[in-house]
Structures are given as C-alpha cells and as structure tokens.
C-alpha cells in the first residue's frame, strides 16, 4: 500500500511540475514578432510529407487536431509546443503552397529527410537550398511591393532549428551495416549540419538552436526489427548499440556546436541534449504516467512492442490504444503528444540547453 501511494504521489508531484513549465512557458517575453525556420526530419515535418502528396491517414492527429493533420502523431510535435511558447502560429511546411503564408517563418523539415546522400529528396543540404530560394524570393516579393514577406532584418533576427541525423544512423544499421561502420560515417553527417549552419550564418542567420538525437534503440520499430537477446540490450530494454552510436553522434554535436561558437562569434549557437530528455522518460516511464515505454500506441502485435513493419500504424490490421497518453510511442518511430509535451517542457526549462539560454531569446 505504501509503494502504491508514493507511486501515486511522485506521479502527481511530476505533473504539477509539467504543467509548471507549461504555464511558465507561455510567459514569452517576445518583442519581435517570432520567425522560426525549421530543418529536419520526421521529428518535426508539420506538414511536407503530405505537401508532397502522400497520406496520413486517421488515427494519426486524433488527440489535438481531431483529424490527421500532417504529422506523425497523435497529436502535437515539440516543435509545435515550441512554437506555442512564443505565442505563434505552428509553422506551415515550405512545400505547401496553398493557404500559406509564412508570416512566422517555414518548416523544411521532411519524413525520412538525412543528411547523406547530398542533392536527394529531402536531404539537409537541399532544405537549405530551399531556404535560401525562400529568403531570395521573399527579398523579391518585398522589392516589388510585397508587405506581407519577411525581411532582411527579420531573417536576421529569425531562429534557425536544426533536428536532424536519426534517420542517417538508422539507414546505417538497416544496411546491416557493422557498429563500427556506422561510427565510421559519423563524422561526414556533422560535417552537413556544419555546412548547414554556416550556409544559413553565410546569408544572415544568427540564432540556432540545434537538437541531437534521441535514443534511438529504444524505438519499437528498431527493438522488433532486431528481435534482440538480452546481451544486446543495455539496462532498460534498450538496444545498446544504436544507443551507443546515437551516443557518439551526440558527443560529437557538442562538440561541433562549440566549436562553431568560437568561429561565428557574432551568432549564438545553443545546442540541446534532447537524448538525455527522452532517455529519462523511458527509464522512469512510471514517474511521468507512462506504462510500457517500448511498446507503440498505434500498431499490431501487442506486447513487448506493438509494431509490424507489415502493419504500420493507420492501416489495415493495425488498432489504436484507447489512451495514447499512457503511452510514449505512438506508432513504433514517433512519439505520443503526451510525450511530445513532456520533452517540450524540459527543453523550455533550459536545464538540457548549452548554453542555458530560454527559448524566446531570439525575440527579444
């Protein structure tokens, strides 16, 4: 009976803290209206996949949106809470043209974007092609008359996110690839985001706000690819080397974004340990709610994962959880609003920022 009360209070105290920071959040302390241009993959596409013509189909969006809404969710994505904080509008993906238009920035990300190869769809160094054909064309807009496009000194004053390199590793290991071959391809992925940003500082950016990857072997998808034995599994379920390398790839972000800091010292660079927010999640699932940290909401199978790559979330076979909110993977890769709002919060209380900066201060 004890143990369950102080289950029952620790999970309490962990929700009180949440909506803490949640409130806390947005007290945005902008001056400038909020311009945020985003690149990365599924982690963060608000709508590019589908401007391309592709479906997401129900249950995605279901909890928030109440429809699917172009994202690979239930409900909301951290960047969406991000903006949020600010008090804007969820960015509009770059390649959808109606309806759109791009007051508070653009959304390049794309499901399945990497860094490597170069020049394909919708890899880092392309979305950053669009961005500057975005900027480009915006400058054109407002010299013909144009007052609805950002300027000069807004792209300045803009926040540049940069989430991407999961989907880098994990291609590496589904190629069957060796743990030390993916180490080996490591650093030409920092060598794209180094470009990326300093292509951005190039043409004027000086804000960015870069995540690193989660932990990688603890998504669903990767645990039922594998079918690992326990020797493969660090403490909490998880696959160890995709972590591990995930891990690596990390470290070396860090380092990256220090070494930046020191070249472009007119920007500010702020780098995020998203990985250590999501781990903790998954190692104390219990505390904030959750139940089953590695099984998918959204799929087929049931336990231990709830994932077939046969029949994925949104088709036929597959079936919903009746609460995504006890769940932190909704469909095996991506994760539950719920989630998504715990992570948010965490990133909004500068504890996991380098330096400790709050989110707002590009608009200030």
């Known amino acids: 009976m004890a143990s369950s009360s102080n289950s029952i209070l620790l999970n309490l105290y962990t929700f009180i803290i949440i909506i803490?920071?949640?409130?806390?959040?947005?007290?945005s302390l902008c001056t400038n209206p909020p311009h945020i241009f985003n690149f990365g993959d599924s982690n963060s596409d608000t709508g590019g996949l589908v401007a391309l013509g592709y479906s997401i189909g129900s249950p995605y969006g279901r909890t928030f949106f109440g429809r699917p809404a172009g994202r690979l969710c239930d409900g909301r994505l951290v960047i969406d809470f991000l903006c949020q904080s600010v008090k804007t509008g969820f960015l509009t993906a770059y390649m959808e043209s109606l309806g759109s238009t791009f007051s508070n920035g653009a959304n390049f990300a794309v499901v399945g974007s990497s860094t490597l190869p170069k020049f394909v769809p919708f890899a880092l160094n392309v979305q950053v092609m669009q961005f500057l054909h975005f900027k480009s064309r915006s400058n054109e807009l407002l010299s013909a008359g144009s007052q609805k496009m950002i300027n000069d000194d807004g792209f300045q004053k803009a926040l540049y996110m940069i989430d991407i390199g999961q989907n880098d590793i994990a291609d590496a290991f589904a190629k069957k690839y060796s743990y030390a071959q993916v180490v080996k391809r490591l650093p030409s992925i920092l060598a794209e985001i180094k470009n990326a940003?300093?292509?951005?500082?190039?043409?004027?950016?000086?804000?960015?706000?870069?995540?690193?990857?989660?932990?990688?072997?603890?998504?669903?998808?990767?645990?039922?690819?594998?079918?690992?034995?326990?020797?493969?599994?660090?403490?909490?379920?998880?696959?160890?080397?995709?972590?591990?390398?995930?891990?690596?790839?990390?470290?070396?972000?860090?380092?990256?974004?220090?070494?930046?800091?020191?070249?472009?010292?007119?920007?500010?660079?702020?780098?995020?340990d998203i990985y250590a927010i999501k781990y903790d999640i998954i190692a104390n699932a219990s505390n904030y709610g959750f139940s089953s940290p590695l099984m998918a909401c959204c799929g087929f199978g049931g336990p231990p994962y709830n994932y077939n790559i046969n029949v994925t979330c949104g088709h036929g076979g597959s079936q919903a959880c009746n609460q995504g909110s006890k769940f932190i993977s909704w469909d095996g890769i991506h994760y539950t609003e719920a989630a998504n709002s715990i992570v948010a919060s965490k990133i909004l209380s500068q504890q996991y920022s380098t330096p400790q900066v709050p989110f707002d201060f590009f608009c200030h």
């Not at 803490?20 to 007290?27: I, R």
């Not at 998808?221 to 379920?237: A, C, F, N, R, Y």
């Open 20 to 27: 803490s920071l949640v409130s806390h959040s947005t007290e």
């Open 197 to 272: 940003i300093k292509t951005i500082h190039d043409h004027g950016g000086r804000k960015f706000w870069v995540h690193n990857t989660g932990p990688l072997g603890c998504l669903p998808q990767k645990m039922w690819l594998v079918q690992p034995t326990s020797k493969d599994l660090d403490p909490h379920g998880c696959l160890a080397s995709y972590n591990s390398a995930a891990n690596l790839f990390n470290e070396g972000l860090r380092r990256l974004s220090a070494r930046l800091r020191s070249e472009l010292k007119d920007s500010t660079i702020i780098y995020v």
